[in-house]
């Protein structure tokens, strides 16, 4: 239980593309859905957090406008890194949260992003 | 922002060797995750903790809910190679959010 994909796993894209990474709670419902981005040995940064049907909540730091959160269904949230640039290259990696059993953060394998 | 201090940052043991970890706060928990990290992946949840006190054991890893709710430990028995990787911490303060606040993560190499 508390299987959380995420596609895809490794994109490559030209400075000024958007890039659409997707994350999907396989076997519960995500009541809440977590975006965070994660640089070479270091810990987790939260970007922004999600709950079905509603805005997202950013980060400090985080420009609403540059990573655009959509989480559409109870089962799946996508990220865009829209005007992508180099500065962006980084390992994203979101999580769910459901209820009951589910009730922690079970993440996804996370997607490599690099920005040439 | 909060933090939590989590150590040490990287060990390197033997196979067969204990191993033991911790995160401290000067704030008062009420929820304790253990998650592990392998390269190119996302964290694993491997322990959550959310009583003061408690004790709960995950095969060969055992992680406690301190008194004081202010830390955490992570133990390891008789490790084997698949255990290394990046252990975190993430916590929960008492009446936050759902937000984590997550440790520096404590890096695990074992010696062949």
């Known amino acids: 239980g508390a299987v959380v994909s995420q596609h895809p796993s490794r994109v490559i894209c030209k400075s000024g593309t958007s890039v659409k990474i997707e994350c999907r709670s396989l076997?519960?419902?995500?009541?809440?859905m977590f975006w965070y981005r994660q640089f070479p040995k270091q810990s987790l940064m939260l970007m922004a957090t999600?709950?079905?049907?509603?805005?997202?909540?950013?980060e400090q730091g985080v420009e609403k406008d540059k990573f655009l959160i959509n989480h559409a269904s109870l089962t799946l949230s996508t990220l865009t890194v829209t005007s992508a640039h180099p500065e962006d290259s980084s390992f994203y990696i979101c999580?769910?949260?459901?209820?009951?059993?589910?009730?922690?953060?079970?993440f996804g394998p996370g997607t490599r992003l690099t920005v040439l | 922002g909060q933090q939590l201090n989590q150590s040490p940052q990287s060990m390197f043991i033997q196979e067969g060797e204990d191993v033991s970890m911790n995160c401290t706060s000067s704030?008062?928990?009420?929820?304790w995750l253990w998650y592990k990290q392998d390269p190119g992946e996302g964290p694993v949840l491997l322990i959550a903790?959310?009583?003061a006190g408690e004790l709960t054991s995950n095969g060969r890893l055992t992680a406690q809910f301190g008194i004081t709710r202010k830390d955490s430990f992570l133990n390891i028995s008789a490790s084997i190679p698949s255990d290394v990787g990046i252990y975190f911490c993430?916590?929960?303060?008492?009446?936050?959010?759902?937000?984590?606040?997550w440790g520096a993560g404590t890096k695990l190499i074992i010696k062949p």
């Open positions: 704030s008062i928990f009420n929820t």
């Open positions: 076997d519960f419902q995500a009541t809440t």
């Open positions: 903790l959310y009583k």
């Open positions: 999580s769910a949260q459901g209820t009951s059993a589910y009730n922690e953060q079970f």
């Open positions: 999600s709950n079905e049907g509603s805005k997202a909540t950013y």
């Open positions: 993430a916590g929960r303060i008492l009446d936050s959010n759902y937000q984590l606040i």
